[in-house]
């Protein structure tokens, strides 16, 4: 049980695209989603916490404008690279749990590579 | 601010060896306690955690882990590896009002490798 499935697993695009990850839990409702980046050698950085139905709540130096997050339902978030450019090429990774004192269930990661 | 450190970025052992992983954190107070592991080519997982209580902490797979607050450490440990322990292993906190498992933050993670 538990499962989350992220897509795409990996996506290439031009420079200046705008790219969509999707999150999904498919067996249990998460009222809570996170997204993190990871660099390559570097640990997982939360990027931002959504909640069902209500705005994302960012970490410092996070973009809002430039990382879209929409969670309208209890099981998919999304996150939206917005006018990608090659710096914004790295892991993303999403995970989701029930209630916040639930551990959080990760999904396989979306690696993203802007050319 | 939390931070954790890894200082071991990849281990090699032979099955059957004992394995300690390092993991030293920073912060101004109490904190849960996680052990992450990832399988190659597959998603996180949780490993073990500690909340409170006994500060030895036993997790799946025979895994361990021992939270000294003197030393802000939690080391995990196995007495004895196999091959499929081959993963990345990652340390984790969190604050003590994030309900448990919200505002976590990871270190950068230890490759084990495990040769048959």
């Known amino acids: 049980g538990a499962v989350v499935s992220q897509h795409p697993s990996r996506v290439i695009c031009k420079s200046g695209t705008s790219v969509k990850i999707e999150c999904r839990s498919l067996?249990?409702?998460?009222?809570?989603m996170f997204w993190y980046r990871q660099f390559p050698k570097q640990s997982l950085m939360l990027m931002a916490t959504?909640?069902?139905?209500?705005?994302?709540?960012?970490e410092q130096g996070v973009e809002k404008d430039k990382f879209l997050i929409n969670h309208a339902s209890l099981t998919l978030s999304t996150l939206t690279v917005t006018s990608a450019h090659p710096e914004d090429s790295s892991f993303y990774i999403c995970?989701?749990?029930?209630?916040?004192?639930?551990?959080?269930?990760f999904g396989d990661g979306t690696r993203l590579s802007i050319l | 601010a939390q931070s954790v450190s890894q200082h071991n970025h990849h281990v090699i052992l032979s099955e059957a060896a004992s394995l300690e992983l390092g993991c030293n954190y920073s912060?101004?107070?109490?904190?849960?306690l996680f052990w992450y592991v990832q399988y190659p080519g597959q998603h996180l997982q949780l490993l073990l955690k500690y909340f409170s209580g006994d500060p030895l902490v036993k997790g799946i797979k025979g895994f361990e882990a021992e939270f000294i607050k003197s030393k802000f450490s939690f080391n995990l440990r196995k007495p004895s590896v196999q091959w499929s322990d081959t993963a990345e292993y990652f340390c984790a906190v969190t604050p003590p009002n994030s309900g448990g498992y919200q505002k976590v933050t990871f270190g950068t993670g230890t490759k084990l490798q495990v040769i048959p």
């Open positions: 995970s989701a749990s029930s209630t916040e004192n639930q551990p959080q269930h």
């Open positions: 912060y101004g107070g109490t904190v849960n």
């Open positions: 067996d249990f409702q998460a009222t809570t």
């Open positions: 959504s909640n069902e139905g209500s705005k994302a709540t960012y």
